[in-house]
């Protein structure tokens, strides 16, 4: 868009009456809201007199655009975009160079005389450093001196769709899907720009626009040129469209008779499809699959393993340099087994066996994306397998939409853990990031929250997992802190007070969650649609899908054994990990019933025992929602007043709900440990019946 | 909120930089962009220099918010909320007298000296009122003379909304349902004021919140809060909160054994359950009932009859004015039987065995919601029970959101039809407006295309769909051609030229869809989710359930013969209206096929065979989308640029799918009928085979 047709839309807006006073959200940590430091405005703008785009490229066109809107709102100011400074300083001039010391995104960001330079060795580095700058800008920094180098660490960063072709999505809790498949390809919603938009200025560069429980529609001639019109949209933001394909497309859309992964017809099948997807897509980045794995069929079916299966899809995808992302997410309905194990199990043993164009993609914890998981034991194993990081952005475990979780110290947590693998310092992060084991490909992705809500997340602070997930797959050396800070500034407010508070409650937001919902190591509590507590629950189609699976509470005491005294599910880790986790004495209390069965009247590190400090925990974390009530309501002045509002309600609906969730675990395993409720904690106001009367509403059809 | 409050907010608006710049058509008709002619602000000006509000009803000031946002918009200037005129000329003011000669919620609207005034007999008469002076404005009339009344037809004139506990909604192409169930009642979404102002502007005074197919959620005290929360919102719009009802509520969530409408402990339930509701909403409207219906249980599995069931509802709803509303649309699973005569059969036999707080709701026609239907013949039968027309708004069987049709003709021609029940001009408007038989109760439902997409209802000219519900609901002899123009103009563009443009295209709409998609009484020809055609579907759990039960085409001709020649259906019929369509030869082309079997060869009154007819109709209905593409790009000028797009596309989309229909249809035909595509049409460029393959496309997994 030229900058004098953005003007005169700018204008536009700014004449047009009826239009909703609030702020609903949709402009994300974008905002670029006037600058209210009319100091820091001139200080700004003596840099930013001009957009200097020398280049084509359609990549590069769109950073000079992204930097000409930013600058537009924050300095209320029109930035020409020209082709050369003519010998004028004070301006942006945005470059290319392949010799420059960046890997192939990165991007320096440099200010001499008033003069700022992105450089990047590629049109993509340029746009990060647009945006990187935009930031600067957008949380007043100092720039006189600016001199940035970024590279990202991991190449894939990807944000994976849940989404199905009906517009529902699988675990999704803000609203349908983005994508409009009834529309495409003719229509185009203004919106999959500002989608691409917001996932290019925190560096997401892949996207698997639909669920991994996967549809054929989608390697079908008539969707994929829906998918083409989305690819289009997002080519100039530097991002790459994947799919997530169901395994026995040959013989459901191909009119095969087997999905064999060793069939030659199928092996022909697939390259031909493949061949087919990039004429409508060049650019297309790969597939995602999910196979032998919740019902989803795939080559265990024939006999066969998931390398088979993974390398026959690589072998079609490789001429043009697309890749598999085969997922490490398994489980057989194996009621003696513990369900820990089995991702291990089958995959360690296929340890170099992989095509060099496939990428495992592992979930950070052995279960299901709980509120806290130890790190999967195959982050310490593989080395001759590329392992990518499958992290969950929606909120299916973490309350939906209305319970204010801020994730980055899940996502941390993880990356932080050492896996001993090659000794002392084998952090997951340098597992995925490929620098431990030198991967050729590397990859990280985050199930996404997104939706069609305008606000796109739902709970508006959800946003800031979505920055978080983006700014943590580029850096992960980033602090949890530092990116909350960063995300509340950009987004709610740059009052320092108020912006310290909020950034105070989004940290202490996790670990609240964990005190009332599944702490010391709890896991899985849920009812049917992952909604309400019922830890009670024991019956179900599969026995690793009912609750009492997970925690074995009984007249002793509660918690899985892993050790060789139970399923010995530790021995999958290597023996500095075991040794930390191995004795109850002095197993970390956050893994504690990961590990062990532990008696309720066993002494914690506390000074409590058991039964008392999961008491603390469920009291403590329950009654601190109102303290994050009380940070919220402190901040009311310098936050927009539908935002505060939205999030005031939201926290209500949390306090009611932790509650909840406190009442039914305590009144629940009451029953074994058969002890009272310690002082000076009341006993909840209900009886275990009422509970569970409430969880049975939301059960109803 | 006050006027300083809004302006402030306005003045926010004006100065908030960063906001979209392109109409996402979320403010639908109630746009209030500045009137460009200043001579006719000035005009409006002189007498809206104050708004008189004397009254601390909520719903008055609503009228007189509503009137300061809209001035405010249109006219670029704040008018202040007044208590008294204190002499003053020049203003408008709101009153109530109860001595006017209105009905409970009709309005006067006139201009004295520059004084202008809105009155009604209550506050719900008010706020209709000046709602219609907003339109004045808004559609540029003029007021110096203003002296306008008028009176509802229809008493209760309702939404029906068939959205799921879920969040999705059965029938819904807009996003998911408005209603965010995990959210209340603590966190009130903006939008359920936006929503109800929508209404309240079109006169609608009920919402009925969830599916027909209803679940037992709602009744419990948990799920009443939440719907509570909305009555809140909706009361001060004169919008009252009904709900849909599991008829065997008092077994799912009352522990009883049976839901038997003359047990007294069902009795007493629901009666206990009643003044429970009202505790919470306290002008609760009632509820709408499917039952012993496509699967929902109801009183027949206890041996009783709708009448039993819809009075022991009513008993519990008596003592608070709350009304049933009982569905009429009921068929059994008969291959041999016929679908068409199923809802007349049932109910017939019941005619005055109705409690006096019960409406029968009766849809149009007597299949479902298809693009053309005779009326049902329902209507010209049941003198002594209160009759509710149910219209179909969302687009199940009419495209989605991706085809034009403008309803408005679609009610419009049943509302008009003569039943002859009570002799000549005993229209279907005159039974459901209650003039005819005298009803003490009046009700209009529409089930809503509403849903969470920004501008509500997907497609943006299907806010039209919505607009003209609610006007002809108010006054069913609005023309078609009367509503389409107000909505362009208040929604889309106040130039003439394109207005015209824009109201003849909505009007021709119908027509064209109908050809394509379903000509000379053609029904039913769908795929399972109702989406693309599927005439040859011969396969379901039900035998009503397949496409060919209903064209019944075979070697010799197509058409349902419903004469006593077949199932008689006809007889349903008063015998003037059996006269019009018994003989083939006379029978009106719309209707032939719905009442004959006639042979592919028969000659037809247009001089062409069936065969060409058909061939015709279907070639003419997918080449008029091409025109409508030609007009809608010929008011590109006029309309805002992002609706222009967006309209564009869906046309585009709709243009390649009314192919497709054609296809589908004649070349099934074909098969029957033997004969060649006539000239000058050419045949398809594609197979059956081909066709067949694209539709199964939509039906995989």
Redesign the interface.
């Known amino acids: 868009m030229s900058s004098k047709l953005i003007f005169l839309?700018?204008l536009?807006?700014?004449?047009?009456?009826?239009?909703?006073?609030?702020?609903d959200g949709?402009?994300l940590w974008?905002?670029?809201?006037?600058i209210k430091d009319a100091t820091k405005r001139a200080a700004y703008a003596r840099s930013t007199q001009l957009i200097v785009l020398n280049s084509t490229s359609p990549i590069q066109k769109t950073a000079a655009e992204e930097l000409q809107?930013g600058l537009?709102?924050l300095l209320?100011k029109t930035v020409p975009i020209v082709a050369s400074a003519g010998g004028k300083t004070g301006g942006i001039t945005l470059t290319t160079n392949a010799a420059a010391s960046l890997n192939s995104e990165g991007y320096q960001l440099s200010n001499q005389q008033n003069t700022i330079t992105i450089t990047g060795k590629t049109d993509a580095g340029v746009l990060y450093g647009a945006f990187a700058l935009l930031r600067q800008f957008q949380t007043l920094q100092p720039i006189d001196r600016l001199s940035l180098t970024s590279n990202p660490k991991i190449q894939h960063r990807m944000l994976n769709h849940w989404d199905n072709?009906?517009?529902?999505i699988e675990r999704g809790?803000a609203?349908?899907s983005l994508w409009k498949w009834?529309?495409l390809p003719?229509?185009?919603d203004?919106r999959y720009r500002?989608y691409a938009r917001a996932n290019a200025s925190i560096g997401i560069n892949g996207t698997v626009v639909n669920n991994v429980n996967a549809?054929?529609?989608f390697l079908?001639a008539?969707?994929l040129q829906k998918v083409a019109a989305l690819a289009n949209v997002f080519r100039s933001y530097g991002i790459k469209v994947y799919l997530s394909v169901y395994f026995p497309a040959p013989k459901?859309?191909g009119g095969l008779k087997t999905a064999d992964p060793l069939d030659p017809e199928v092996n022909k099948w697939w390259a031909d499809k493949v061949n087919e997807i990039y004429k409508f897509i060049p650019d297309f980045g790969g597939f995602l699959v999910k196979a032998n794995s919740e019902g989803q069929p795939g080559p265990q079916d024939y006999g066969r393993n998931h390398a088979d299966g993974a390398n026959m899809l690589a072998k079609a995808l490789a001429p043009h340099k697309g890749i598999v992302i085969w997922r490490a997410f398994v489980y057989k309905a194996d009621g003696k087994a513990d369900r820990f194990k089995a991702a291990y199990d089958e995959f360690n043993p296929l340890d170099g066996q992989f095509a060099k164009n496939v990428i495992v993609q592992v979930k950070n914890g052995p279960i299901d994306f709980q509120p806290r998981e130890p790190f999967s034991p195959i982050f310490g194993t593989m080395p001759k397998t590329p392992l990518g990081m499958e992290f969950q952005i929606t909120q299916e475990y973490l309350g939906?939409?209305?319970h204010l979780v801020y994730e980055a110290p899940i996502f941390k947590e993880c990356l932080d853990a050492d896996t001993y693998v090659s000794g002392k310092g084998s952090t997951v992060a340098k597992v995925v990031d490929g620098s431990l084991h030198q991967y050729p490909l590397t990859a990280i992705a985050g199930v996404a929250n997104t939706g069609?809500?305008?606000n796109w997340t739902g709970h508006p602070l959800a946003q800031a997992n979505w920055y978080a997930f983006g700014r943590l797959a580029w850096d992960h050396t980033l602090s949890s802190e530092a990116i909350a800070n960063e995300w509340v500034k950009m987004t709610l407010t740059t009052e320092l007070s108020s912006a310290k508070t909020i950034t105070d409650l989004l940290l202490k937001s996790r670990e609240i969650y964990v005190n009332y919902n599944t702490p010391l190591g709890l896991s899985r509590p849920w009812t049917g649609?992952h909604?309400a507590p019922e830890p009670w629950q024991n019956r179900s189609s599969r026995p690793d899908w009912t609750a009492v699976y997970y925690h074995r509470a009984d007249s002793l005491g509660i918690g899985f054994e892993r050790t060789a005294k139970g399923s010995n599910a530790l021995a999958q880790y290597r023996p500095e990990v075991q040794q930390q986790w191995n004795n109850p004495a002095t197993c970390p209390l956050p893994y504690l019933l990961w590990f062990h069965h532990v008696l309720w009247t066993q002494k914690l590190s506390t000074g409590r025992t058991l039964w008392d400090e999961l008491c603390t925990r469920f009291y403590t974390g329950a009654d601190s929602v109102g303290w994050l009530q009380k940070q919220w309501a402190s901040v009311r002045k310098d936050v927009d007043s539908?935002t505060f509002a939205?999030v005031a309600?939201?926290l209500?609906?949390q306090q009611?709900e932790a509650i909840w969730w406190r009442d039914a675990w305590v009144l629940y395993l009451q029953e074994f440990a058969r002890q009272p409720i310690p002082a000076p904690f009341k006993k909840p106001e209900r009886s275990l019946k009422e509970v569970k009367e409430?969880v049975d509403?939301?059960q109803?059809?």
Chains 1, 2 share one sequence.
Request: with cysteine; hydrophobic share 20%; proline share 3%.
């Open positions: 839309l700018l536009t807006t700014l004449c047009k009456a009826g239009t909703p006073d609030r702020d949709y402009r974008l905002k670029y809201d006037l809107t537009q709102g209320g072709t009906d517009g529902s809790y609203g349908q009834y529309e003719e229509r185009i203004p500002d549809s054929s529609r079908t008539e969707y459901t859309i939906f939409a209305t069609s809500d305008r649609v909604f539908e939205n309600g939201r209500e609906t009611k409430l509403i939301y109803l059809r």
